[in-house]
C-alpha cells in the first residue's frame, strides 16, 4: 500500500477589513424562527432587527464565507419565506494615511515644523 502525504497546510486568508451585509425582509411573525436557524448554524454570521415591525433583517457574515452564507439563505427559504435584498453600494475611503516607511514620517514631521514656527 501506498504510503499517504501529508497536505500542505494553506496559507490563511488575509482578515477582511469589512464585514458583509445582506438585508432580508421577512413576516414579523418568522423573525422568532429566522433568528433561531441563524444560531445553529455556528459562527457563520449574526442578524440584527432593523425594523421589526416590517420584519427587516440585517445578516452580518465574513466576506470570506459569502457562499456559503447564500447557500444557508437559499436553504433557510424551503423552511421560512423571505426575501433578500444587496446593501447599497458604498464607496470606503480610510480616514488616516498610510504612515509606513521613516521617510514619511521625517517629511511630516518638517511640515509640521514649517506651519508652527518656534517663537524665541
Not at 411573525?29 to 416590517?54: C, P, T
Request: glycine share 4%; net charge negative.
Amino acid at each position: 500500500m501506498a504510503k499517504k502525504r501529508r497536505r500542505k497546510p494553506s496559507r490563511p486568508l488575509p482578515p477582511p477589513r469589512f464585514s458583509q451585509r445582506l438585508y432580508v425582509q421577512v413576516a414579523p411573525s418568522d423573525i422568532g424562527m429566522f433568528r433561531f436557524l441563524m444560531e445553529a448554524q455556528d459562527n457563520l454570521g449574526y442578524m440584527s432587527v432593523i425594523n421589526k415591525f416590517d420584519g427587516i433583517l440585517q445578516v452580518v457574515f465574513s466576506p470570506h464565507q459569502e457562499r456559503e452564507m447564500r447557500d444557508f439563505l437559499r436553504g433557510m427559504q424551503q423552511t421560512i419565506s423571505f426575501s433578500i435584498s444587496e446593501p447599497p453600494q458604498v464607496e470606503w475611503h480610510d480616514p488616516l494615511p498610510d504612515v509606513s516607511a521613516d521617510d514619511d514620517m521625517a517629511e511630516l514631521a518638517c511640515s509640521v515644523e514649517e506651519a508652527a514656527p518656534v517663537q524665541e
